[in-house]
Nanobody, 130 residues
Framework: QVQLVESGGGSVQAGGSLRLSCAAS????????MGWFRQAPGQEREGVAL?????????NYADSVKGRFTISQDKAANTLYLQMNSLKPEDTAMYYC??????????????????????WGQGTQVTVSS
């Protein structure tokens, strides 16, 4: 049984940092496409950062987070991370870890629809105050 469990969310002031973790069980963290999405109230779920096959290709980031967020994974711990620096109030959202073994590298991009991912975590809330 595949489980993705996020942690690390919280409340910070603008300019602060948080590190999200996604512990994967029943699913190798380096297997094909894994990444982070976020959803703010009243908005659609959007891709934030995606990693293909443990990082054999350059990670894919949303333009709004480039230079501030870094996605990485620890194969030994079977865990995916999202380091978020220079946080802004507009980063406030529920952050979700997602994975799918069927997505190849050319489908593991920010443009990929959230509905194409078969496995999801329960989400972790990030709130950034100004």
């Amino acid at each position: 049984q595949v489980q993705l469990v996020e942690s690390g969310g919280g409340s910070v002031q603008a300019g602060g940092s948080l590190r999200l973790s996604c512990a994967a069980s029943g699913y190798p963290a380096s297997s094909n496409c894994m990444g982070w999405f976020r959803q703010a109230p009243g908005q659609e779920r959007e891709g934030v950062a995606l990693l293909y096959n443990g990082g054999v290709y350059t990670p894919n980031y949303a333009d709004s987070v480039k230079g501030r967020f870094t996605i990485s994974q620890d194969k030994a711990a079977n865990t995916l991370y999202l380091q978020m620096n220079s946080l802004k109030p507009e980063d406030t959202a529920m952050y979700y870890c997602a994975a799918d073994p069927g997505l190849e590298w050319n489908d593991c991009t920010i443009a990929t629809k959230s509905t194409d991912f078969g496995y999801w975590g329960q989400g972790t809330q990030v709130t950034v105050s100004s």
